[in-house]
């Protein structure tokens, strides 16, 4: 599987970027995507999650009202929309395979064995 992740830039607190996954090397629409982010010192966490059809979603508390994630089959690509940008949102970002199944599982990214390189937000003055 491989995934690459872009998008990501420097931004003013209040911003908004728009984040983008191409995924290749599996059945894109057999799989939840979700996508993670890991601040400095800080472990990866993962924090929305689309499934198969995009017709389903979750987010954690703290990008809930602020992003949207959302996929296109077609073009085996994710997405996420951040808007409200805060500084706590710098990180590297990252999009996997949620879990094993077509719907978000609680898996987090367990399974996935090879990371993207990611792409780096830094929400700063």
């Known amino acids: 599987v491989q995934v690459v992740e872009s998008g990501g830039d420097l931004v003013q607190p209040g911003g908004s970027l728009n984040l983008s996954c191409t995924v290749s090397?599996?059945?894109?629409?057999?799989?939840?995507m979700a996508w993670f982010r890991q601040a400095p010192g800080r472990g990866r966490e993962g924090f929305a999650c689309?499934?198969?059809?995009?017709?389903?979603?979750y987010y954690v508390d703290s990008v809930k009202g602020r992003f949207t994630i959302s996929r296109d089959n077609s073009k085996n690509t994710v997405y996420l929309q951040m808007n409200s940008l805060k500084p706590e949102d710098t990180a590297m970002y990252y999009c996997?395979?949620?879990?094993?199944?077509?719907?978000?599982?609680?898996?987090?990214?367990?399974?996935?064995?090879?990371w993207g390189q990611g792409t780096q937000v830094t929400v700063s003055s």
């Open positions: 996997a395979p949620e879990g094993l199944r077509p719907h978000c599982s609680g898996a987090w990214g367990k399974y996935v064995e090879h």
């Open positions: 090397g599996l059945t894109f629409d057999d799989f939840a």
């Open positions: 689309v499934n198969w059809n995009g017709r389903s979603v």
